[in-house]
Structure formats: C-alpha cells, structure tokens
Nanobody
Framework: QVPLVESGGGLVQAGGSLRLSCAASGRYGRTISNNGMGWFRQSPGKEREFVASISWRGDTTFYADSVKGRFTISRDNAKNTVYLQMNSLKPEDTAVYTC?????????????????WGQGTQVTVSS
C-alpha cells in the first residue's frame, strides 16, 4: 500500500482558485516518484470522472476537456507530492477530488490503471 493524503480542498466562490496537494506517506518507505499520478472527482449522483494526470517525470499531462485551460497538474518528486492548481473555478467543479497512483509510470486517463487511491478532499464552489 502507498497511503495517499489529499489536502487543500475547501469552499471558494466562483472564479476563485484552490491548490490541491496529494502526498504519499513515506512512513513505509514507499514513494510515488516512479508512478504516473492522476486526479479524479465525483459529485453526488454522478460517476467518478477523470480530471488530470501526469507521468512520472512530469513531461506528459492529460486533462479532461471540462478543465483544460483552467487546471494544472504538477509534481515534485523530491517531496513525493502531486498538485492540482485549479483556477477560474465554476460551481460545476464542486466534487470530492481524489488522487491516485498508477501501476506504471505513464500518465493515464483511466481509473482502471490506478493502483492506489487517497480518501479525497471536498471542493465546493459557490455561485
């Protein structure tokens, strides 16, 4: 297991920004520096959807069309942390955001390629 812990969620007005962080616990000597990483979100009554992903070196990123140009995924392997910078937030971005570590090193849009999941952090955007 690679415990993943998200932080940075909260309540923000439409048009505002938040930065989510996803840190891998080093307690057991595990690291995510060799894993592709992804962010997914789920709102009540809806299925989980892909948001963004990044390869292990950070040289490849994918975004959902709904967030392209507003969200940016990045990583700091020295800190074992992945970030999701969210700008120009909209009420429809309201969801629980969860980070995940892929089995391999590539960026991926598919939840099926993810091996480890965090608990999620709530993002609420008010209109």
């Amino acid at each position: 297991q690679v415990p993943l812990v998200e932080s940075g969620g909260g309540l923000v007005q439409a048009g505002g920004s938040l930065r989510l962080s996803c840190a891998a616990s080093g307690r057991y000597g595990r690291t995510i520096s060799n894993n592709g990483m992804g962010w997914f979100r789920q709102s009540p009554g809806k299925e989980r959807e892909f948001v963004a992903s990044i390869s292990w070196r950070g040289d490849t990123t994918f975004y959902a069309d709904s967030v392209k140009g507003r969200f940016t995924i990045s990583r700091d392997n020295a800190k074992n942390t992945v970030y999701l910078q969210m700008n120009s937030l909209k009420p429809e971005d309201t969801a629980v955001y969860t980070c995940a570590a892929a089995r391999g090193s590539a960026a991926s849009r598919s939840a099926g390629t993810m091996n480890y999941w965090g608990q999620g952090t709530q993002v609420t955007v008010s209109s």
